[in-house]
């Protein structure tokens, strides 16, 4: 957000997030837009968790590497299953 920007109120009353755990949110939300899409919404592939890793986080730890893709995936997951809950709803809207 640009400094001059307001929180949406959803924003402002989310809960802290353990700031260990925020590079991996952040990785999420970055990578987000590499996921394909067609007829529904794909995983974020694991190619782009690992470039991303290697690249801007600056890891080249197999282990490291590993628990990277591992919360990068947790939060994916999860986003998945709320995308594919919402979707089957009546008259959910496109997102």
């Known amino acids: 957000m640009e400094d001059d920007e ?3 109120p959803v924003l402002l009353d989310a809960p802290d997030l353990n700031p260990g755990l925020r590079r991996f949110w952040r990785a999420f939300s970055d990578l987000s837009g590499d996921r394909p899409v067609g007829v529904g919404t794909g995983l974020i592939p694991m190619t782009a968790m690992l470039a991303y890793a290697k690249d801007i ?3 080249t730890d197999p282990q490291d590497l590993r628990r990277f893709v591992r919360f990068v995936r947790a939060v994916d997951d ?3 299953k709320a995308e594919a809950n919402r979707n089957s709803k009546p008259n959910a809207e496109p997102g």
């Open 78 to 80: 999860e986003f998945l």
């Open 57 to 59: 986080d600056g890891d």
């Open 6 to 8: 307001e929180f949406p």
